[in-house]
């Protein structure tokens, strides 16, 4: 793991698959993303799966959000929730409700699809987004301090676990100043100490 | 039929205890990750992940072809 980039070489299981495909079509829609919560996790190898794979999307035009639109649909993805586009933009995404893509036919796993609800909060992320290299895929992720932060403010004892799976697995490269200024916004620094760092 | 007494602070010690228990399996899962290859945990991580989606698949197959069903026969009535 670098400052920059976190390389990654891994036989890709079917939510992998799924996550290449679609951010594929955003890449190629020059679509500004980055995946966050319980996929970071699976992606770095956490033993479970998911039903649901959540990225935060750049606010973009409605007449931009059809082209992209189009492009899934040709892709063999269906919009599950809702199933047409104007409901989509100006009932959803606009007014901070998620959308979910699924292949056709197969509605889990899904993505769950958003713009910023959190407006400062996303954006910094989508901003300060991590590159990780995939095999040969590029794929942005938050940034993994902020990832265990938010994890532990989730706090159900799945999210606990997969606070500590990316604390154990990346604790020598992370920016612990970050983590801890992270901890103290979202006041968890207390669950942190009790459950990931058992030094404190 | 006669209930079982339910000591929810009994049930509570339990439950702490188990996740306590995970979490130092996690640990181990970790370390375990650290030092096998890649190609290995995420074998077993693809069996996982596979599986389920595999189930849902197959789940939704079969709900389709029971609604289909029942379709066919509404349209013979």
Known sequence: MSKASIRLV?????LDKLVIDFVRILDRNKVKYV???????????RSRSSEDIDIIVKKIPKRRFSVIWEDISKKNFECLVPDN???AYDKHLMKQTSIRFSRKDHPIPNIE???????DLDNWVLKNGKQVRLNRHALKISPIELQIAYKLFLGSKKDIEDARHLYKLFKEGLNLKLLSEFLLKLDKK??????????? | MRLPEINLQELE?????NFRERLE?????????????NVEWSAAQKAIINRKSEGSASRTHSNRSAAHARYVKRSKN
């Open chain 1, 10 to 14: 891994k036989e890709l299981n079917d």
């Open chain 1, 35 to 45: 995946l966050v919560s319980g996929y970071v996790s699976i992606l770095f190898g």
């Open chain 1, 85 to 87: 586009f104007e409901s």
């Open chain 1, 113 to 119: 699809f958003m713009f910023p609800k959190a407006e």
């Open chain 1, 190 to 200: 207390g669950l942190f100490n009790r459950y990931l760092d058992e030094t404190a």
């Open chain 2, 13 to 17: 010690k339990i439950k702490k205890e």
């Open chain 2, 25 to 37: 399996f996690q640990d181990r899962y970790v370390k375990w990750m650290k030092m096998a290859n």
